[in-house]
């Protein structure tokens, strides 16, 4: 089993940039596929990034392509998210997530473990 537990979100304006962290407990975070998944208010949650177990693949939603960033550390059981030239629109609770099958995927059905999010507001 794994426990996550984010971190670094706040308030910015527009074209700012933030740094989310996700610290794991548990074993084996690094066999975990890990992402980011966001929800806005009235809205269904949705795909951000995904980074493979061992890192060298990711994957991104396109409204977040070339402007966000996602990385881990497994010799710190962290996860990340660099934000950079945020937008209004990227206001959300930004979740991570961890996949037990180790996959990069959009999917959040592929997804075992949640955390409880952190607030993310984008001021204009």
């Known amino acids: 089993q794994v426990q996550l537990d984010e971190s670094g979100g706040g308030l910015v304006q527009a074209g700012g940039s933030l740094r989310l962290s996700c610290a794991a407990s548990?074993?084996?975070?690094?066999?975990?596929?890990m992402a980011w998944f966001r929800q806005a208010p009235g809205k269904e949650r949705e795909f951000v990034a995904a980074?493979?177990?061992?890192?060298?693949?990711?994957r991104y939603a396109d409204s977040v392509k070339g402007r966000f960033t996602i990385s881990r550390d497994n010799a710190k059981s962290t996860l990340y998210l660099e934000m950079n030239s945020l937008k209004p629109e990227d206001t959300a609770v930004y979740y991570c997530?961890?996949?037990?099958?180790?996959?990069?995927?959009?999917?959040?059905?592929?997804?075992?473990?949640w955390g409880q999010g952190t607030q993310v507001t984008v001021s204009s």
């Open positions: 548990g074993r084996s975070f690094d066999r975990y596929g």
């Open positions: 980074i493979s177990w061992i890192g060298r693949n990711t």
């Open positions: 997530a961890a996949a037990g099958r180790g996959l990069v995927t959009a999917a959040s059905n592929e997804y075992d473990y």
